[in-house]
């Protein structure tokens, strides 16, 4: 008797109905190596919608992804903000370095809920929910950013490296070994991906010890330190700075990274109680990684308070002659500060470059669903950020000032991309036909909208301060007016898509319906 072959088991459904596959995941494209990279947990049977007890066990199992989401808090470009905010402003901003980082915690918090909610990541969501012409837009903004975050990276590395080698490697030597770090992050992801979470804890670690080393070493005020943290302060003088410890914080490649991060863990979308536990562990995990950037970034910007506030060096100090000034300052030693900050800033610069090659593949692959061998991925995404880096570091390695001036471009480059993230990201955490029962409510809507125009709201200030202060010939102003025009458009129209879900929440409802009658109640 001939049967029917058995039919094929159909892929699981989210918790909007679309079905999961493997492959639509950047970690999960190349054969039997896929299974590798997801690290299945201990699944012990429950009903569905209880949540688990909580174990210290499977809170470990839990522990990396939220570690490597936090070195986007501890590039070179956050260092060198950390350091002209120290020096500058002396300990007055720390209350602001506090709350910024708390601010893109909150960000992450919603990228990790929308990857595990609906084991897709930002960048997929975006190609399925956008038009296509709006996906490409938001894929090339998304490589914009990215790209301007890796050549700090990469000069931040490079410069780590002739500091470490006495100045016998030059800027573009230390970039061609920084773009080895590509080889390495696929020879550890072949391993599995706790072996690369533990290599990313060294870099921590190494940048931790590196950094609280000198803050011991210097013994910052720890009464004006309590002082900064506890009592905000604000100036003429340090507005500028101010608004770059806030712009350092949220990079907008970093987001779309942790929504794809959190699917290392092989979570049923199905199991409501499994998602909300992934969704609490994932929580400690990350507040935890988080709080241990912040402790660095503060130790980076008190030991530049104690040695330079106040002192004619303080306008000049920058991540090229930091090394230089710290030596000047605090000298030798049995350990020289110079190399201490040498290793600290090579921990930064090659951990962030990795994490950035990670970015790369992830909206890469999510925006254009590209289906390509990993090592082609990472080559591709490397080559975008190394040729220009080698060409601008061949460039500017005679000049401290121009490197100085290309960082205030790039940061400004990265600022202009920050909404292009955020938009989506709250838009589609904030629906319900994609997030099922895991939608924001009410009041994290009013909460996470609020943060995200006071960010947006200060990159402007930063935006227009610079182009006000750069713009002088009718020419350049020209440009920069369509420029901005194009910008603002494509700005209100990811706003304009997100009033359907504004407009769902209660109190904008009666905003939209009674109008001015219910803003005077």
């Not at 174990?55 to 070195?71: A, D, I, R």
Request: glycine share 10%.
């Amino acid at each position: 008797m001939n049967l029917p072959p058995p039919r094929p088991t159909p892929p699981p459904k989210l918790n909007n109905g679309t079905p999961h596959h493997a492959d639509s995941n950047p970690l999960l494209f190349d054969h039997d190596e896929s299974q590798e990279n997801i690290l299945a947990l201990e699944m012990e049977p429950n009903d569905e919608g209880a949540v688990p007890p909580f174990s210290w066990k499977k809170l470990w199992e839990f522990l990396g992804p939220g570690f490597l989401m936090s070195v986007a808090f501890l590039d070179p470009g956050n260092l060198e903000g950390d350091l002209q905010a120290g020096a500058i402003a002396g300990y007055s901003l720390l209350w602001l370095l506090m709350w910024a980082t708390f601010m893109g915690l909150v960000i992450q918090l919603l990228s990790l809920r929308l990857g595990v909610a609906t084991g897709r990541h930002l960048a997929e969501i975006c190609r399925e929910e956008y038009p296509y012409w709006a996906g490409i837009l938001l894929w090339l903004m998304a490589e914009l950013a990215l790209i301007g975050a890796d050549i700090q990276e990469v000069i931040g590395s490079a410069i780590a490296i002739k500091i470490l080698s006495h100045g016998v490697l030059p800027l573009w030597a230390g970039v061609l070994i920084t773009a080895s770090d590509c080889f390495i992050f696929l020879f550890l992801e072949n391993y599995g991906v706790r072996k690369l979470e533990a290599f990313f804890g060294v870099l921590i670690s190494t940048m931790a010890l590196s950094f609280t080393w000198m803050f011991f070493d210097t013994k910052p005020s720890g009464k004006e330190l309590i002082i900064g943290l506890l009592i905000p302060k604000l100036s003429s003088k340090t507005v500028q700075k101010a608004v770059g410890v806030v712009g350092c914080v949220i990079t907008p490649h970093n987001v779309f990274l942790y929504s794809a991060l959190v699917q290392s863990r092989k979570i049923n979308p199905q199991n409501k109680g499994r998602v909300q536990e992934a969704l609490n562990y994932y929580t400690i995990e990350s507040s935890i990684a988080v709080l241990v950037s912040f402790i660095i970034n503060l130790c980076v910007t008190a030991v530049f308070a104690k040695g330079f506030y106040g002192t004619s060096q303080a306008s000049g100090i920058g991540l090229v002659n930091a090394g230089d000034y710290l030596k000047q300052r605090y000298g030798g030693g049995l350990f020289p500060i110079l190399y201490i900050w040498g290793i600290g800033l090579l921990a930064a610069g090659q951990s962030s470059t990795m994490t950035g090659t990670y970015a790369g593949q992830f909206i890469m692959g999510g925006f254009l669903n590209l289906q390509l061998k990993k090592w082609l991925r990472s080559v591709i995404t490397r080559s975008c950020a190394i040729v220009p880096t080698i060409v601008i570091a061949i460039i500017f390695n005679r000049s401290e000032d121009s490197l100085d001036v290309l960082n205030e471009w790039l940061n400004v480059l990265q600022g202009m991309q920050i909404p292009f993230a955020i938009i989506p990201l709250l838009t589609l955490v904030s629906n319900e036909k994609i997030m099922g029962g895991f939608k924001i409510g009410t009041s994290s809507k009013r909460i996470v909208w609020s943060i995200a125009a006071m960010v947006i709201l200060i990159n402007g200030y930063v935006l227009l301060h610079f182009f006000i202060s750069h713009v002088n010939s009718l020419l350049f102003g020209i440009v920069i007016v369509l420029s901005a025009s194009a910008y603002v458009a494509f700005l209100m129209y990811l706003i304009s898509r997100a009033g359907g879900s504004l407009l769902s929440s209660s109190w904008f409802s009666r905003m939209h319906s009674d109008g001015f009658s219910y803003l005077r109640t």
